[in-house]
């Protein structure tokens, strides 16, 4: 099986730009979260989606925002980027809404820098 | 609300050392227990995972057990290569949702 995709891997952006990162999951996993990762913050839970709803959301503004299409794919968007949302966003997909003992799988994420 | 508490690094061992890495948490309930592995340049991988009070996780000679009396996740590996050298989350999940709260990472270098 392949395993979870993430486009773009980089990106460059100015502040005040907005920008989408897509995320396609294990195919027949119906669970994706979003994650960020920076040197100062660490790995900080974002949002998750399962079955086109959002179940879960971390503490970030609401500039950052997300959605899950019909076939478990998602996207998430950042806009009126600042400066500090330079970051590795990882996306990771899990097989079944069955809780907290299961594996998620994480992609290998797309680099964001902010100018 | 939940944390996850790494030991300081980076930690640096010259090849075949045996390695620990100490992780304690806070929760609530009854979590379930993970760490990860990031090697440079890539995305999470899973290295073991424990979801109930005594289990023990492992994979490539690594070992990790869930003491809830202590709340700790203490990764172990008896002879640590070059290969090994990479960043280790631990991590844990909520009861209520697959959401993961990780540690800060600990840098391993392992010198040939």
């Known amino acids: 099986k392949a395993g979870v995709t993430q486009t773009p891997r980089y990106l460059i952006k100015t502040r005040g730009q907005q920008v989408t990162l897509s995320c396609s999951p294990i195919s027949g996993h119906r669970s994706v979260s979003w994650y960020q990762q920076t040197p100062g913050q660490g790995l900080q839970f974002l949002f998750e989606?399962?079955?086109?709803?959002?179940?879960n959301k971390g503490n970030f503004p609401g500039r950052f925002s997300g959605r899950q299409f019909s076939n478990s794919r998602s996207e998430m968007n950042v806009s009126t980027l600042e400066l500090g949302d330079s970051a590795l966003y990882l996306c990771?997909?899990?097989?079944?809404?069955?809780?907290?003992?299961?594996?998620?799988?994480f992609g290998p994420g797309t680099r964001l820098l902010v100018l | 609300g939940n944390s996850v508490t790494q030991m300081e690094g980076p930690v640096t061992l010259s090849e075949e050392a045996f390695l620990t890495i100490n992780c304690t948490y806070t929760a609530t309930g009854y979590p379930s227990l993970f760490w990860y592995v990031q090697y440079p340049g890539e995305g999470l991988q899973l290295l073991l995972k424990a979801t109930k009070a005594d289990d023990k996780g492992s994979n490539k000679g690594f070992e990790a057990t869930y003491r809830k009396e202590t709340t700790s996740f203490h990764l172990e590996k008896g002879s640590v290569q070059v290969s090994d050298s990479a960043v280790y989350f631990c991590a844990l999940a909520q009861t209520s949702g697959s959401r993961l709260t990780f540690g800060e990472g600990t840098q391993l270098t392992v010198n040939p």
């Open positions: 989606y399962f079955s086109e709803t959002q179940r």
């Open positions: 990771a997909s899990s097989p079944l809404n069955s809780g907290p003992q299961e594996t998620q799988y």
